[in-house]
């Protein structure tokens, strides 16, 4: 491969790469520098730990992003089955850096319990942590409206919000680690902006360290989330029985398709493998039945999330084997 079209495979994968995780990126970048010179020049624990938390967010959606990159890889003789599970690989060194980041955070947590310091420049700290809800806020409405988007649910207005809660198992892995971190960050923010306006018009100075705790508890459950999500995903997992009934009325929409003997639908990262066996009309010729069999494959395969599908033919047995998911 020459050079340029070398470059120019790889400016495809990179638009191909999970939007969400690299403007989370850029975002928490932003806030991270800002609430890092807020920190040092105020000396407000929540400030640290919610700087900490930044940090963490901007590390992990890059490496994130990266990696949903390397997943559009096409299959190569190598690697037949694609590279769909590299994101779970990179999510789970995200996983890595959350779970530090708490420790160190709930570290300076315990200790400004013990040894409360006194912080100052309130004005600095309120302004930066209004920016970081804001920001943060816009990325996890993003995020919100990718996970409607990837799991095909129909939503508008507030109802984003209950929906994208609901359907958020559906969506890829970064949209997820997206979804889940800025959930945890706007939060986050949310206790270090109340901490900073309750110890500045209170002698409540313990909160301080008590709202830092609390942001690195939520990192650990950021940590659990994703990392409990990907390890599934790298073992290997069913799709939702929604997606399979999907697949299920795909093969059935073929007129001479009279049951289906056995399906598996596979998730892998964004994508679904099917494999399945079907069962046609008896009395057809091998011909026909393979032109049954590559007609079902092209109507899979023109679905969008469906990356491969491996399908094998039988003769009507007489006996109905598939039941619909909501029927079991």
């Not at 690299?22 to 806030?31: K, P, R, S, Y």
Request: some cysteine.
């Amino acid at each position: 491969m020459s050079p340029d079209a070398e470059r120019t495979n790889w400016l495809e994968l990179i638009k191909k790469g999970n939007m969400s995780s690299a403007t989370a990126a850029l975002g928490n970048t932003i806030i991270a520098i800002v609430k890092g010179v807020a920190a040092s020049l105020t000396g407000s624990g929540a400030m640290f730990a919610s700087t900490m938390h930044s940090i963490a967010d901007a590390v992990n959606q890059m490496f994130v992003f990266t990696g949903s990159v390397l997943a559009e890889k096409k299959a190569t003789r190598r690697f037949p089955t694609g590279f769909g599970r590299v994101i779970n690989i990179f999510c789970m060194i995200a996983v890595l850096v959350v779970t530090f980041m708490a420790y160190e955070t709930i570290r300076e947590g315990l200790h400004l319990l013990q040894y409360p310091a006194e912080s100052h420049g309130f004005w600095l700290n309120l302004s930066v942590l209004i920016l970081s809800i804001l920001i943060d806020g816009f990325v996890l409405v993003k995020a919100m409206k990718e996970v409607i988007k990837e799991s095909r649910a129909e939503a508008s207005g507030f109802g984003i919000v209950k929906a994208s809660f609901k359907h958020v198992k559906r969506a890829a892995p970064p949209t997820r680690l997206v979804f889940y971190e800025d959930l945890v960050a706007t939060t986050g923010a949310l206790l270090a902006l109340i901490a900073v306006v309750v110890t500045s018009l209170t002698n409540f100075s313990a909160l301080d360290g008590l709202m830092t705790v609390l942001i690195g508890l939520l990192m650990i459950f950021v940590a659990f989330r994703v990392g409990y999500d990907n390890m599934v995903g790298l073992i290997g997992v069913s799709a939702p029985p929604d997606v399979e009934d999907k697949v299920s009325a795909l093969i059935f929409s073929e007129s001479l398709v009279t049951d289906i003997y056995q399906l598996r639908v596979l998730q892998e990262g964004r994508y679904y493998h099917v494999e399945g066996l079907i069962e046609l009309k008896p009395g057809l010729t091998l011909a026909e039945a393979d032109d049954i069999k590559f007609r079902v494959r092209d109507k899979l395969l023109g679905d969008p999330d469906i990356a491969d599908v491996t399908l094998g033919i039988l003769e009507d047995n007489g006996v109905k084997d598939w039941v619909p998911a909501a029927d079991r």
